[in-house]
């Protein structure tokens, strides 16, 4: 063998060496696998609040809106499913673009927060004469506080949502009594009326939504008119104007009624009180999150709700018969009720109409992509009718409207249990 031929059998040999050693235990030669980020961008944080955000255990904390990097990235062709783990102080955030597979950065994961708009509290509270259960809203009192101040200039401040609101009714002198008489209009001249009026300086009023008016409702008077009369002195027990026409029949325009507490849809051509804000809008609209356990969060108000009405199941709702309990057996079914591992109740009048869509144009008045197979007719509240204690306050979901109905009946009512708000 010559030379030539002793090198090129020394080659193959090395080079079999080579590949021994590198399969040696049956492994293979290590590679570095490619990684990606993942991250996106945060809008609506509140000042010195704290939001973290998770993906497969791995926690990312933000203190400020703008973008954001997940500190670890994860391989190529590895799924990812962006959450929020902790929400920020009396704060939502709901994220988007949370899922996919990762096949290059990620950057488009986007978060957005804002403040919750929660339920306020109904006002109800002792009623003479009536053994409070303890699992009525009496009893439990829940949601923010309600408070006014009388800026002694024909303006009240509304100390839970900020609204400023024209102390005395159309037609009456802005002192200190409300003296002289309330006059009505319909309601276009009540919204022309409104956009033109100059009060304690400012020109920016305007008529009340529906959800702004029915924040004034106090369902714990015993006496009409179901407001707070000592800084809306010489209100008219009857119906006020909102500024939201109803959806299901636009020739018809919400109001509401002092002298029961409740939403009713009235003819624009009719005529009826009128009481201006300002300030900033607090029209919300509900954004809900399916939690996938039976669950539903309403992101705008904090609270968690049962998706299917009670007797109802299944994702869609589509197992069972709703029930339609008497309210004292309602009261007991959503204390009792165990889904998700949490605390359940009979939610308070304020809570349910929370849930009344005003911009559907068909019933139910509800949005049936989070809350399938509602029923087309009356929820029960917690709430019980001051003036009548054999009934409650009910949210009707065929109108759209609230109504009073009796506490025994086991035919008509169905429930929807409420928890949180988170």
């Known amino acids: 063998m010559n030379c030539k031929e002793d ?17 040696r235990g049956g492994g293979t030669a290590a590679t570095t696998a490619t990684t990606f980020t993942l991250g996106g961008t945060v809008s609506g944080l509140g000042t010195d609040k704290t939001l973290v955000l998770t993906n497969d255990g791995v926690d990312k904390s933000i203190t ?21 783990k902790t929400q920020p102080t009396d704060q939502s955030c709901t994220v988007s673009n949370g899922t996919g597979t990762a096949s290059a950065n990620v950057s488009n994961i986007n978060v957005s927060c804002a403040d919750l708009t929660p339920a306020l ?19 439990t009192q829940l949601g923010v506080a309600r408070s006014y101040t009388d800026n002694s200039n024909g303006t009240v401040t509304d100390n839970a949502t900020g609204m400023v609101w024209q102390k005395c009714s159309r037609g009456q002198e802005n002192d200190g009594t409300c003296s002289g008489t309330a006059t009505t209009a319909s309601w276009a ?20 939504s529906r959800q702004e008016l029915e924040t004034l409702v106090d ?37 509401a009624r002092f ?41 705008a108000t904090g609270l968690v709700w049962q998706k299917c009405s009670q007797g109802l199941s299944g994702s869609n709702c589509e197992t069972g018969t709703a029930t339609t309990p008497t309210w004292g057996d309602a009261l007991t079914e959503c204390s ?10 009979l939610p308070n009048i304020n809570e349910l109409k929370s849930l009344v869509d005003t911009t559907k144009e068909s019933t139910p008045t509800i949005d049936t992509t989070a809350f399938p197979e509602t029923f087309d007719g009356n929820y029960s509240s917690s709430t019980t009718l001051t003036s009548n204690t054999t009934f409650i306050y009910a949210a009707v979901f065929n109108t759209g409207a609230t109504n009073n109905a009796v506490k025994t009946n086991d035919t008509a009512q169905r429930v929807r249990c409420v928890s949180g708000p988170d």
Request: include cysteine.
């Open 7 to 23: 090198i090129e059998d020394s080659g193959i040999e090395l080079a079999i060496l080579a590949l021994a050693s590198g399969n």
């Open 64 to 84: 400020a809106n703008g973008e954001y990097t997940f500190d670890a990235a994860v391989n190529s062709g590895s799924t990812y499913n962006v959450t929020v």
């Open 219 to 255: 369902y714990g008077k015993t006496t009409q008119p179901r407001i707070d009369t000592t800084v809306f002195p010489a209100t008219v027990s009857d119906r006020y104007w909102s500024a939201t026409t109803n959806a299901l029949n636009t020739s018809n325009a919400w109001s």
């Open 189 to 208: 001249v009540a919204g022309t009326y409104c956009s033109e009026l100059e009060l304690a300086g400012e020109s920016n009023w305007r008529l009340p």
């Open 259 to 299: 002298s029961t507490g409740l939403i009713i849809s009235v003819g624009k051509t009719s005529t009826f009180s009128v009481r201006c804000v300002s300030g900033a809008s607090k029209v919300y609209t509900s954004n809900f999150t399916d939690n996938g356990n039976g669950t539903v969060k309403d992101n």
């Open 121 to 139: 509290k109904t006002g109800a509270g002792a009623i003479g004469g009536y053994t409070l259960n303890a699992n009525e809203d009496g009893s």
């Open 336 to 345: 009792m009720l165990g889904l998700a591992s949490r605390t359940w109740r």
